[in-house]
């Protein structure tokens, strides 16, 4: 789905949707059970670990809520405070372990559900993107119809991809558009 070339200028230019400020780990999307098996098999070598374990925090639950508003009893299931998840592992400069000079290094396939729906959300069944001023995408293509153009996908195809993730982390079974 992503475009390589919008999102490699991208990360040619400035900090990337590859990487985080170090300390706002909390702030990192969970992994799924299924995410992490692809992780492990991805034919992608990096030197140390493909994920990591982190906190169940407050600011990840808040983070999490405001992803999946209307989900907060799912979430609270699904996440208890004071259990844990595993999510992504970061450099210690706060880039994703999997991100390389030309972007990212899995195949589409492998990624998490999140990095290949990124810069799309669904709030609801409404289509929405994240208004990340540092998003090269987003700033070439601030209309949805535009950004899905520039990637070469659809609203379904992206409803498609929200509706795995949200089964693969156990949110719900199924959802209909």
């Not at 982190?54 to 209307?70: A, E, G, I, M, V």
């Not at 795995?164 to 079974?173: E, Q, S, T």
Request: a positive charge.
């Amino acid at each position: 789905m992503n475009d390589p070339d919008i999102c490699v200028q991208c990360g040619a230019m400035h900090a990337t949707c590859c990487q985080i400020s170090p300390g706002r780990e909390e702030s990192c999307f969970p992994l799924s059970l299924e995410e992490r098996r692809k992780l492990e098999r991805c034919g992608v070598f990096i030197s140390g670990p493909r994920f990591a374990l982190s906190s169940n925090s407050k600011t990840f639950l808040r983070h999490l809520r405001r992803l999946f508003p209307q989900d907060a009893l799912a979430l609270h299931r699904l996440f208890p405070l004071d259990a844990s998840h595993h999510r992504l592992a970061l450099t210690p400069r706060g880039h994703c372990v999997f991100l390389g000079a030309t972007g990212c290094m899995m195949r589409m396939e492998d990624r998490p559900y999140y990095c290949r729906l990124y810069p799309f959300w669904f709030i609801g069944k409404r289509l929405s993107g994240f208004a990340s001023s540092a998003c090269l995408a987003v700033q070439c293509s601030p209309s949805l119809t535009g950004l899905c153009s520039l990637f070469n996908t659809s609203e379904s195809a992206l409803w498609d991809l929200y509706t795995r993730l949200r089964v693969a982390w156990g949110i719900d079974h199924h959802v209909e558009m």
